[in-house]
């Protein structure tokens, strides 16, 4: 796991100073950002520079009705993490995170519709991109429509963990990740609450 670490963290120093850099550089950040939400929200993606395909491991069906419990779905929390890592960034021009929303949303909004079919929890990988797509860009990018379809993604994140919040405190069987993930659906969470109340009412009605 050190190793995808230290390769979504270089990829995203890269992809960020190149999205905010722009011109010709953009397409630079353009490519390592679908890298990293398609890694994170379907474990396989081409590599930005080079023609590999890089295809994480895929958690059995177990792990995937219980996610906590399996370091093949932590995974999927890295390059999901690299991505907010890089949607946060401050600097560059006034247009880049129009661009990357532009460019990644679509990619999300598909792997959801899929993941719907599901009676599992919401994967650890896609729940991680929600809640930072949410925490990190303006409500007016995501779009009224898109957000309504995200949230019961965050919520049913959000009652998977409290369900099983004695998993978290087993640091010696879990990763730290899950724990991280959860104080960014907490997050966002929080933040939509204060900017759509109504939404968040309305989901968990539904």
């Known amino acids: ?3 995808v670490i230290v390769c979504t963290h270089i990829l995203y120093l890269k992809g960020s100073a190149a999205a905010c850099k722009g011109g ?3 397409q630079t950040g353009d490519k390592i950002a679908i890298f990293l939400i398609e890694l994170a929200c379907n474990g396989t993606s081409q590599f930005p520079f080079t023609e590999t395909q890089v295809q994480l491991v ?3 069906e ?10 093949a779905s932590h995974v999927y929390i890295l390059p999901a993490s690299a991505f907010g890592s890089m949607i946060s960034v401050h600097n560059g021009g006034p247009f880049w995170k129009q661009r990357m929303t532009h460019k990644t949303l679509p990619i999300l909004m598909k792997t959801l519709q899929e993941q719907a079919k599901s009676q599992n929890p919401p994967a650890l990988g896609t729940l991680a991109v929600v809640c930072h797509m949410l ?4 409500s007016s990018l995501l779009g009224s429509s898109n957000i309504k379809q995200i949230l019961p993604t965050l919520l049913a994140g959000l009652v998977y963990f409290s369900k099983n919040s004695s998993v978290l405190a087993q ?9 991280d993930l959860l104080s960014v659906i907490l ?3 929080v933040k939509t609450l204060a900017i759509s109340p109504e939404d968040v009412s309305r989901s968990l009605w539904l």
């Open 171 to 179: 640091k010696e069987s879990i990763s730290s990740k899950p724990a």
């Open 135 to 138: 925490c990190c860009l303006p």
């Open 62 to 71: 177990q792990g995937q009705q219980h996610p906590l419990l399996n370091p």
């Open 187 to 189: 997050a966002a969470l």
């Open 58 to 60: 895929t958690p059995s």
């Open 24 to 26: 010709s550089f953009s």
């Open 1 to 3: 796991m050190s190793f």
